[in-house]
């Protein structure tokens, strides 16, 4: 999901486009951007991806976690991911914010297949705590400092770019999803090979509860809109007291 009202907030802020980056992918989705953001909230030094990549728009698993990788030989050691999801959990409604403390994902595809560079990471990366359990519990703290009743749950990984039928929400929530959405989870795992620390945050954009109501990108982006100012809120916040 790309918030761009937070990138407002950047101060001292140096935008590269992803064009001029050197086999950086380009953002093809409605929406999103296409730019690096370097700067400082909250008195901190942050990079901004303003825009991401999907498996669906043809990237390869490598091509779509390359940003990563550059984060990784920059020496950054904690990302904060977040994406648009769909809320399957009965009480979850349009515009919560969920702290994702695991995720699903049963497609086969992976960014660490192939031979392994062990200047990244090990073989076989452990998946027990990807989502830092410091980080989120500094966030629950901002979330209280700000008044917000952020929601927590388990991220359903599905390649797309389709939505999910009403048989796959039933498997989904049969599985232990709570949300579903497109993103994500590729980036989290080279996050693990790499030994990034994580937080991981869905916006919730849309319910999955009513099998008669059709989703659209249009209703995303509109609920995205709608979250943003409260996302900003919480992210700030969160970055006061890492």
Same mark, same amino acid.
């Given at each position: 999901?790309?918030?761009?009202?937070?990138?407002?907030?950047?101060?001292?802020?140096?935008?590269?486009?992803?064009?001029?980056?050197?086999?950086?992918?380009?953002?093809?989705?409605?929406?999103?951007?296409?730019?690096?953001?370097?700067?400082?909230?909250?008195?901190?030094?942050?990079?901004?991806?303003?825009?991401?990549?999907? @498996? #669906?728009?043809?990237?390869?698993?490598? =091509?779509?976690?390359?940003?990563?990788? +550059?984060?990784? !030989? %920059? $020496?950054? /050691?904690?990302?904060?991911?977040?994406?648009?999801?769909?809320?399957?959990?009965?009480?979850?409604?349009?515009?919560?914010?969920?702290?994702?403390?695991?995720?699903?994902?049963?497609?086969?595809?992976?960014?660490?297949?192939?031979?392994?560079?062990?200047?990244?990471?090990?073989?076989?990366?452990?998946?027990?705590?990807?989502?830092?359990?410091?980080?989120?519990?500094?966030?629950?703290?901002?979330?209280?400092?700000?008044?917000?009743?952020?929601?927590?749950?388990?991220? @359903? #990984?599905?390649?797309?770019?389709?939505? =999910?039928?009403?048989?796959?929400?039933? +498997?989904?929530? !049969? %599985? $232990?999803? /709570?949300?579903?959405?497109?993103?994500?989870?590729?980036?989290?795992?080279?996050?693990?090979?790499?030994?990034?620390?994580?937080?991981?945050?869905?916006?919730?954009?849309?319910?999955?509860?009513?099998?008669?109501?059709?989703?659209?990108?249009?209703?995303?982006?509109?609920?995205?809109?709608?979250?943003?100012?409260?996302?900003?809120?919480?992210?700030?916040?969160?970055?006061?007291?890492?």
């Amino acid at each position: 999901m790309d918030f761009g009202k937070f990138i407002d907030i950047v101060e001292d802020k140096v935008e590269i486009e992803y064009k001029d980056i050197p086999n950086f992918p380009v953002s093809t989705v409605e929406g999103h951007s296409g730019k690096l953001v370097v700067g400082r909230v909250a008195g901190k030094e942050v990079l901004v991806m303003s825009g991401r990549f999907h @498996y #669906y728009e043809g990237y390869s698993m490598q =091509e779509v976690t390359f940003p990563i990788r +550059v984060f990784s !030989l %920059l $020496g950054i /050691d904690k990302l904060i991911v977040t994406n648009a999801a769909g809320g399957i959990h009965p009480d979850f409604e349009v515009t919560d914010i969920m702290i994702i403390k695991d995720h699903i994902k049963i497609f086969d595809e992976t960014p660490l297949r192939g031979k392994n560079t062990p200047e990244f990471g090990t073989r076989f990366p452990d998946m027990r705590n990807v989502y830092d359990l410091e980080m989120m519990n500094i966030v629950r703290e901002a979330a209280n400092e700000i008044n917000m009743d952020i929601k927590e749950g388990v991220y @359903y #990984y599905m390649a797309g770019p389709q939505y =999910e039928t009403p048989a796959e929400v039933n +498997v989904i929530k !049969l %599985l $232990g999803g /709570d949300a579903v959405g497109m993103s994500t989870v590729p980036e989290v795992i080279v996050c693990s090979h790499s030994g990034i620390k994580v937080l991981g945050l869905s916006c919730i954009t849309n319910t999955l509860r009513d099998d008669t109501v059709d989703v659209t990108h249009e209703e995303v982006m509109e609920s995205g809109d709608l979250i943003a100012n409260s996302f900003s809120k919480l992210i700030v916040e969160f970055l006061r007291k890492i």
